[in-house]
């Protein structure tokens, strides 16, 4: 396992790399790129809660969306600076980890899923999408964010999407880095532990409700962290992205990609964003100018569907977690076959 | 000093009594032990001190304070650790960070630091490394230190789990089943290293388990548990002497030693029928030629030749590891062979699905028995009846077990280890089976309730129905089998009939030697088999093997004979045993 300073140097490389790349494309894929990291945060909460802690939650995408109003309405109707709607959204989404986490005090399972996609079902239904919180919510036409500015740097969704993406991005590789750290830690092992085996964990002096709802409390900052630059690379809020299909897509491409591994998270973000905005552009026409095809959006969701069964069965780990079980075992392979004299 | 002041404590599950009435103390730096029947409570009054349950009434002091309200993690810090009776190490984990989560938590660690990396968090986490690698050097773990729990054997695991426990730096360590699955030699080197970790780290124990012998050597005193109660407590010799725990937990009185071993015992007093006549005569139920099986790059077994006729008992015996386990379960297609034919009744059958298997009248009861806790009685055998389209007869079973009829009602999960096994025989035989394989019947289960299943095989034996018999109490399996095969290495290393290995002990011993680790003692030279093959056996070895697990009253008169002709005890038993042939 490489040590701090390696980690530290693997995610300035990757920042370099990952910064280039909407370099030039057109502003339907920048905000691709943009929306591939929110969900990115969004996969990497999984990481934690599900992959370190062994939690179950089916409303991460709740989480962002709360971060993303909450940020949303600091900027819009309290006249904060944008740094400080990200700060209000985190802290929303946290409070709300916890409160979410209360029940897995005793759920476990099953049971926990069907809780928390009820909470995200409520918040879809009932604080989203209800006229009653339309002073919160700001209706269906959401806030309009202009002129935003986080250090002095103008993110002005129309003009600078791109710095807003590179701000994301460091943002992005810095909680990556924090979570592998995290991982081999002593909190790390304590959350690992409980998700093993409660029992043990227990009776070894790991405290069951500190570090579930710490685990909770981690997971929902960092959706939120995401979440709340949401307002600012789209312009405006709305229920739509942060609805109840979202968390489950969120929960089955961080499976898909390998829920105990941070670099999935990246890989599940742009999954997820770019794919379906490929298919909207280039899903149709005609083939061999004569049948004519339209893949459109609902083929996406099929997809995943599918290649979540195909996983399951083929990699079990998630992609990333076979491919680096795969690259592993090249290594141990030796270099030069000895020949018989 | 009293560490550990328990007193009228008692817990209530739903109408069932656990516990009741149980005063218990414990001084500081003694190994207290635990014993009683299956079902008589000790788990739970294990569960109850490291606070997973919560007592309906009675206290708890530890070190004078009260636990009252202290949840299990803070019951730890203060300085009682524990180890599982069904193994709870964190699999993914590997065995140096298994060891690391206790001594954080007795350090208390910051987590903000920890994910930060800072230099306080370096060394925090250097000396932890440090405590771990020290502690797993004491258990002869050292090689094991960056392998993942999950991989190891059970009985490394279990060395494991006791390391972990130590690394809470605890005053007191409850053991449960420290010796479980152990084969003779590891339980002799626990026995050993239990002394030597109550020297070392200095903490007092309460050791649960059911291997006597181990119980008797290691401990200081002993409390015995029966139906939730105290039923005696004292020395060992005391304890072993009295007549109440004879009767609780051996069930009755010890044969004398180096007399005659009885003929096959008529244990039901049930005729054979006229099943059993028919059935023999219809003569190879199972062949087995040239099978071989193994999981992932590994392979267990190879070149298995086996058969078994209708209506006969045939045991496999063997040390742990011989690859028993893995013949049954390709045998009934639960693991696919890699090679060989078994035919059964007639048909090939290598490869099959094992629900084809099964509907074709092979029964498989797997170690661990294989049942679902939260069904109950009735639901699992209908379950059975269901699935394999026989007509559903339930009193067919409940005429057999009559102790299930009632507990018909009751999850399966909730009844002790003996009615558990009840179950799993009495869903077997409800499919109506021409053959029976049984993996480790008497796994975990005092000696009374073995007793009384292996007279149950005599009866399917009498209804006309083959078993096959993976078993380590190896006497009892060669007393109810008619035949055996003795396993070593993963291929089949003897055969011969049970009636002739119970008079020829020292095929059996070679076998079991030839895997067992080398410990210190006299050295004996003992002839195996007259094939000219000799083994070095040491005597420590040779009792275990002799005595395959015999009453600790038997053994104990051995040793004291011996003391008393300044003699080896293994000198003596075998001189005794070649008395016994001539």
Redesign the interface.
Known sequence: MPG?VTRFAMAIVAFAILARLPVGLDTGFQFDAALALIWGFGILSLVVLTGYAGQVSLCQATFAGVAAYGAGMTVSSLHGGYLLGIVAGVFAATVLGVIVGLPALRLHGITLAIVTLGIALVFDKYVFQDHLFDWFTGGTGGWQVTNASIFGISVDSREHLLAAYDILLALFCLVAV??V??HQ??????F??I???E???????????RYKL?AFAISAGIAGLGGSFYPLIAGSVSPQPFWVFTSLQLAAIGVLMGVRYVPAAALGGMFMAVVPDVLTRYGHGTFMSRFNYDISYDWFQIAVGVLLVLQLILMPDGVWGDLRARAAAMRIRPVKKVRPA | MTMLRIRNLGVRFGGVVALHGVSLDLNRGEILGLIGPNGAGKTTLFNCISGVVQPSEGTIHFEGRSLRFAPPHERARRGIARTFQNLQLWGSMTVLENLQVPIDAVGRRNTLSDALGLPLSHYAERSARERARAILHVLDLDGYTQRLAADLPAGIQRRVELGRALAMQPKLVLLDEPAAGLDAGETEHLAQLLHKVRERFRVSMLLVDHDMSLVMRVCDYIYVLDFGKVLSRGEPAAVRNDQNVIAAYLGEATPELAEPEPGPTVVTGLPRTDAVEVARASGRLLEVSGLAAGYGRLEVIRDIDLTVQAGEVVACIGANGAGKTTTLRAISGVVRPRAGRVVFAGRDIAGANPERISRMGLAHIPEGRGLFPRLSVEDTLRLATDTSGKPENLAAAFDVFPRLKQRRRQAVGTLSGGEQQMVAMARAILVQPRLLMIDEMSQGLAPTIVRQLFQMIDVFRSQGIAVLLVEQFVESALAVADRAYIFEHGSIAHEAAAEELRRDRSVIAGSYLGTAAAAPGDAIEVASNGNGHHKRITDPQLMEILSMRVPAEVKRALEERAEREGRSAGALALELLEGVDR
């Open positions: 701090h924090l979570l750290n995290l830690s002593g909190a790390g092992r304590r690992r532990a998700r093993d085996s029992l043990a964990a227990s009776t070894m002096g790991v405290n069951l409700t710490l």
